[in-house]
């Protein structure tokens, strides 16, 4: 038997607890299971199970090894299913985390575009303000703002988030565009509290400008800071890909452009110790795809 071979009937007896049910599964004997265990332990230098008349169980090393045996036969399990793909349609479920505004305002127009050209794949998307654990609660992809710290997970950058200040053409109509920073006090100003977005600092853009009250209207909703822009209320300070449509249709005016928060990136993320599935990289590859293209040719 090859290495690999060594390793399912390890993976099986662990699973199994005993030698008779492994070998059914594995449609060996038990003797033949039974010598295959004992050849492992002498070619490693140590026992890897604990076996009794009724039951096996692992060593502390073994329980170790059956861990890394586990992940090193799931991902052959995953690659050699990635090659079988190649040639077929991606299909199955994708199932994707996002935070709510980045997901609402953009991918659920990427989604419709995606669920065209790939017909087979059923998404599922999951809008949250919270962190999440991929892996652990079986995500294929999330979209994360910002830099990402955690090794467990590989991202590609795709666009860049910035917080700017805009109104509509029917408030500066009204009352005047605010003509320096200190103007803006004279201002009708939205203001959001959301304690739970990632980046609190970046919706806060007034307290950097060192307004802290005499706010027209506070909402904890940045959908609804939008509306409230649209329908004249007052300047809001709103996320780029938020407005950016409305901006080029001339629905909303860019306030004080210098007065903008620091891009930060707009990242894909997914597992890094396991090669992707044909479905996950096929989104991967359109969503990157579809911001490398010129905004003309968008709908964002």
Known sequence: MSRIDNLKVFAEVVSARNFTSAAKR?????????????????????RLLNRTTRAVSPTEAGQIYFERCRTILEELEEAESL????????KGTLKIAAEPVFGRAILSRILYDYGRDFDEVTTELFLTDHSIE???????????????????????SFATHSVFLCASPQYLEEFGEPASEADLANHRLIKISNLDFPFPRQLDHYASLGIHGGFRLTVNDTDMAYQAAMTGIGIASLPN????????????????????TESLPVQIVFPAHRPLSRKSQSFVDFLTNYFAAPRAARQD
């Open 134 to 156: 991929l892996v652990k609660q079986g995500f294929d992809a999330g979209i994360h703002l910002g830099e990402l710290d955690d090794p467990g997970l590989k991202a590609i």
């Open 26 to 46: 594995l449609g060996l004997t038990p003797s033949a299971v039974s010598k295959q265990i004992s050849m492992l332990e002498e070619r490693l230098g140590v």
């Open 83 to 90: 090659i079988a793909d190649m040639d077929r349609a991606p």
């Open 241 to 260: 890909y938020m407005v950016n449509p409305q901006v080029q249709r001339g629905r909303l005016v860019q306030v004080l452009p210098s007065v903008t």
